[in-house]
Protein backbone atom coordinates (compact mmCIF):
# COMPACT_ATOMS: atom_id res chain seq x y z
CA UNK A 1 0.00 0.00 0.00
CA UNK A 2 0.94 3.55 -0.62
CA UNK A 3 0.02 7.03 0.27
CA UNK A 4 -0.73 9.08 -2.15
CA UNK A 5 -1.60 12.92 -1.92
CA UNK A 6 -3.97 14.03 -4.28
CA UNK A 7 -5.53 17.37 -4.41
CA UNK A 8 -9.35 17.22 -6.09
CA UNK A 9 -11.42 19.78 -7.11
CA UNK A 10 -9.19 22.14 -4.72
CA UNK A 11 -9.27 19.61 -1.97
CA UNK A 12 -6.07 17.74 -0.42
CA UNK A 13 -6.52 14.20 0.07
CA UNK A 14 -4.30 11.58 1.44
CA UNK A 15 -5.54 8.44 0.41
CA UNK A 16 -3.77 5.04 0.66
CA UNK A 17 -3.98 2.54 -1.78
CA UNK A 18 -2.66 -0.17 -3.41
CA UNK A 19 0.17 0.86 -6.38
CA UNK A 20 -2.37 -0.94 -9.12
CA UNK A 21 -5.56 1.03 -8.20
CA UNK A 22 -6.78 3.02 -11.17
CA UNK A 23 -7.31 6.35 -10.09
CA UNK A 24 -11.21 6.21 -11.20
CA UNK A 25 -11.97 4.06 -8.53
CA UNK A 26 -9.67 5.70 -5.89
CA UNK A 27 -12.23 8.99 -6.74
CA UNK A 28 -15.53 6.47 -7.39
CA UNK A 29 -14.61 4.11 -4.09
CA UNK A 30 -12.46 5.96 -2.13
CA UNK A 31 -13.86 9.69 -1.96
CA UNK A 32 -17.45 8.87 -3.06
CA UNK A 33 -16.71 11.38 -6.21
CA UNK A 34 -19.83 9.82 -8.35
CA UNK A 35 -19.36 12.33 -11.56
CA UNK A 36 -16.59 9.76 -13.39
CA UNK A 37 -17.99 6.47 -14.79
CA UNK A 38 -17.32 3.08 -15.18
CA UNK A 39 -17.93 2.62 -19.05
CA UNK A 40 -15.63 0.41 -20.51
CA UNK A 41 -12.59 0.02 -18.50
CA UNK A 42 -10.41 0.08 -21.44
CA UNK A 43 -10.59 3.84 -22.56
CA UNK A 44 -12.32 3.50 -25.27
CA UNK A 45 -15.43 5.25 -24.11
CA UNK A 46 -14.33 8.30 -22.12
CA UNK A 47 -17.14 8.08 -18.94
CA UNK A 48 -14.16 8.42 -17.25
CA UNK A 49 -12.35 11.01 -18.18
CA UNK A 50 -10.93 13.62 -15.33
CA UNK A 51 -8.83 16.60 -15.99
CA UNK A 52 -5.00 16.14 -14.33
CA UNK A 53 -2.81 19.22 -14.38
CA UNK A 54 -5.34 20.79 -17.20
CA UNK A 55 -5.15 17.52 -19.30
CA UNK A 56 -7.88 15.26 -20.13
CA UNK A 57 -7.14 11.52 -18.59
CA UNK A 58 -9.25 8.54 -19.26
CA UNK A 59 -9.03 8.25 -15.17
CA UNK A 60 -10.09 4.01 -16.05
CA UNK A 61 -6.67 3.18 -17.51
CA UNK A 62 -3.89 5.30 -14.96
CA UNK A 63 -2.79 4.71 -11.39
CA UNK A 64 -4.10 6.87 -8.81
CA UNK A 65 -0.11 6.59 -7.49
CA UNK A 66 1.05 8.34 -11.04
CA UNK A 67 -0.61 11.33 -9.46
CA UNK A 68 0.66 12.08 -6.15
CA UNK A 69 0.18 16.28 -5.70
CA UNK A 70 -1.24 16.55 -9.13
CA UNK A 71 -4.33 18.64 -9.66
CA UNK A 72 -7.02 16.74 -10.56
CA UNK A 73 -10.75 18.04 -11.83
CA UNK A 74 -13.58 15.99 -12.39
CA UNK A 75 -16.95 17.47 -13.11
CA UNK A 76 -18.06 18.69 -9.60
CA UNK A 77 -14.38 20.49 -9.99
CA UNK A 78 -15.71 22.46 -12.51
CA UNK A 79 -18.33 24.75 -10.94
CA UNK A 80 -17.15 27.88 -9.06
CA UNK A 81 -19.05 29.85 -6.48
CA UNK A 82 -22.42 28.43 -7.07
CA UNK A 83 -22.45 28.98 -10.92
CA UNK A 84 -22.40 26.16 -13.47
CA UNK A 85 -19.38 25.70 -15.67
CA UNK A 86 -19.71 27.03 -18.61
CA UNK A 87 -19.95 24.17 -20.75
CA UNK A 88 -22.21 22.67 -17.94
CA UNK A 89 -24.38 25.67 -18.87
CA UNK A 90 -24.07 25.12 -22.75
CA UNK A 91 -24.96 21.15 -22.20
CA UNK A 92 -27.98 22.33 -20.90
CA UNK A 93 -28.82 25.06 -23.54
CA UNK A 94 -28.31 22.62 -26.24
CA UNK A 95 -29.48 19.33 -24.47
CA UNK A 96 -26.23 17.71 -24.96
CA UNK A 97 -27.37 14.47 -23.27
CA UNK A 98 -29.88 12.26 -22.92
CA UNK A 99 -29.78 9.54 -20.19
CA UNK A 100 -26.68 11.19 -18.71
CA UNK A 101 -23.86 8.66 -18.13
CA UNK A 102 -21.41 9.84 -20.25
CA UNK A 103 -22.24 13.56 -19.99
CA UNK A 104 -19.31 13.72 -16.89
CA UNK A 105 -16.66 12.67 -19.30
CA UNK A 106 -18.03 14.62 -22.35
CA UNK A 107 -17.96 17.47 -20.32
CA UNK A 108 -14.51 17.16 -18.93
CA UNK A 109 -13.07 16.12 -22.26
CA UNK A 110 -14.68 19.17 -23.90
CA UNK A 111 -13.10 21.50 -21.10
CA UNK A 112 -9.64 20.20 -21.91
CA UNK A 113 -10.09 19.79 -25.68
CA UNK A 114 -10.98 23.61 -25.41
CA UNK A 115 -7.79 24.55 -23.02
CA UNK A 116 -5.56 22.47 -26.08
CA UNK A 117 -6.91 25.19 -28.56
CA UNK A 118 -6.65 22.94 -31.39
CA UNK A 119 -9.68 22.39 -32.41
CA UNK A 120 -11.29 25.31 -34.72
CA UNK A 121 -14.21 23.90 -36.99
CA UNK A 122 -16.65 21.12 -35.88
CA UNK A 123 -14.76 18.40 -37.97
CA UNK A 124 -11.64 18.97 -35.34
CA UNK A 125 -13.79 18.90 -32.50
CA UNK A 126 -15.80 15.90 -33.45
CA UNK A 127 -12.21 14.27 -34.15
CA UNK A 128 -10.73 15.34 -30.76
CA UNK A 129 -13.95 14.26 -28.96
CA UNK A 130 -14.06 11.11 -30.33
CA UNK A 131 -12.55 8.89 -27.60
CA UNK A 132 -15.77 9.60 -25.55
CA UNK A 133 -18.71 7.65 -26.66
CA UNK A 134 -22.20 9.12 -26.51
CA UNK A 135 -24.17 5.77 -26.75
CA UNK A 136 -27.53 8.03 -26.97
CA UNK A 137 -26.42 9.94 -30.05
CA UNK A 138 -26.07 13.72 -29.05
CA UNK A 139 -23.07 14.22 -30.82
CA UNK A 140 -24.54 17.36 -32.83
CA UNK A 141 -26.02 18.93 -29.41
CA UNK A 142 -22.50 17.82 -28.12
CA UNK A 143 -20.54 19.54 -30.78
CA UNK A 144 -22.89 22.65 -30.38
CA UNK A 145 -22.55 22.96 -26.72
CA UNK A 146 -18.53 22.68 -27.20
CA UNK A 147 -18.94 25.46 -30.13
CA UNK A 148 -20.79 27.85 -28.49
CA UNK A 149 -18.36 27.66 -25.30
CA UNK A 150 -15.61 28.43 -27.95
CA UNK A 151 -17.33 31.29 -29.15
CA UNK A 152 -18.85 29.77 -32.44
CA UNK A 153 -22.10 29.54 -32.20
Known sequence: MSVVNLKINGREHSVDVDPTTPLLYVLSDDLALRGPKFGCGLGQCGACTVLIDGRRVNSCLTFAV?????????????AAKGALHPLQQAFIDHDAFQCG?????QICSAAGLIAEGRAKTAEE?????SGNI????????????????????
Open 125 to 129: IRELM
Open 66 to 78: MYDGAQITTIEGL
Open 101 to 105: YCTPG
Open 134 to 153: CRCGAYTNIVAAIEQVMGRS
